[in-house]
C-alpha cells in the first residue's frame, strides 16, 4: 500500500541554520505530496504542498519538490528560528481522496 | 470562527469503560475524520466521512465506532475500552478532495 518514509531520530539545531528534513514515498500512479507542522500542544496544520511532478511547495520560507524520479518530496529551509522547532510531518494522499497516509514524524528543536 | 473543536481534551478510563469523544466542525466540511498518534507511528486513520449519513473504516478500526448523523458532528466512539488505545486523538475535516486537512487540537486519553 501507499507508504511514506521520513528519516530517523529528532533534529537539533541552532538559529539561523539550514534545515533538511528527508522524505520518501511508495505509491501507484499520481499522489499528492504534504507537509505538515504541529506545534507544542496544537494539532496539525498544513505547511506545504505538491500534486504533481517538479511541484515546488513553498510557505514561511519552507520549499519542497515533488520528484518522482526518486519519489522524494525533502523539506527544506534556509535560516531557521526557534519559532521552528515543531514536529514535521509527510503525507501523501491518492488524488482524489483525503485518506491521507502520513510519515512517523521527525521532531525538531532549534536552540538559540 | 472555530473551526474544528473537539472534546474533551484529556481523559482517564479504566478498561472496559465506554465513551465517545466529541468532534464539531463550522466550516460546512463534508469530509471528516479521525486519527490516532502514537510515539514513532505518526498519524493512522481510524474512521472516515465523506458526508452525513456515510461513514467507512479507515487503516486502523478495530474497537471504534462513528456515526455522522449532521454535517458538523463526527463522534467517535469506544465501547470497551483497552489500553492499546491510550493515545491522542486528532479529528479533521475538509472540503473537496484536496487532502488540507483542518485539524483539531486532538484529546489525549489514557487507559488504565
Known amino acids: 500500500g501507499d507508504s511514506v518514509t521520513q528519516m530517523e531520530g529528532p533534529v537539533t539545531l541552532s538559529e539561523e541554520a539550514f534545515l533538511t528534513i528527508n522524505c520518501t514515498y511508495t505509491?501507484?500512479?499520481?499522489?499528492?505530496l504534504f507537509w505538515y507542522v504541529q506545534y507544542p500542544g496544537e494539532g496539525l496544520q498544513l505547511l506545504l504542498k505538491?500534486?504533481?511532478?517538479?511541484d515546488k511547495g513553498s510557505n514561511k520560507g519552507f520549499e519542497a519538490t515533488y520528484r518522482k524520479e526518486t519519489t522524494s518530496f525533502h523539506l527544506e529551509k534556509g535560516s531557521v528560528q526557534v519559532s521552528d522547532s515543531a514536529v514535521y510531518f509527510c503525507a501523501l494522499s491518492r488524488s482524489g481522496n483525503n485518506r491521507l497516509a502520513f510519515g512517523k514524524g521527525n521532531q525538531v528543536v532549534v536552540i538559540p | 470562527n472555530a473551526g474544528v473543536t473537539q472534546t474533551p481534551k484529556f481523559q482517564v478510563l479504566k478498561t472496559g469503560q465506554s465513551m465517545t469523544l466529541q468532534c464539531a466542525q463550522d466550516?460546512?466540511?463534508?469530509?471528516m475524520s479521525w486519527y490516532r498518534q502514537d510515539p514513532g507511528m505518526g498519524l493512522r486513520l481510524i474512521h472516515y466521512?465523506?458526508?452525513?449519513?456515510?461513514?467507512d473504516q479507515g487503516e486502523v478500526p478495530n474497537g471504534y465506532n462513528v456515526s455522522r448523523s449532521t454535517t458538523e458532528d463526527f463522534p467517535l466512539r469506544l465501547l470497551s475500552a483497552a489500553p492499546s488505545q491510550t493515545s491522542v486523538y486528532f479529528c479533521?475535516?475538509?472540503?473537496?478532495?484536496?487532502?488540507?486537512?483542518?485539524f483539531g487540537e486532538g484529546s489525549r486519553l489514557t487507559v488504565l
Open positions: 479533521a475535516s475538509t472540503q473537496g478532495n484536496t487532502g488540507e486537512l483542518f
Open positions: 505509491a501507484t500512479g499520481y499522489p499528492s
Open positions: 466550516m460546512n466540511h463534508e469530509y
Open positions: 505538491a500534486t504533481k511532478a517538479d
Open positions: 466521512s465523506v458526508g452525513a449519513g456515510i461513514t
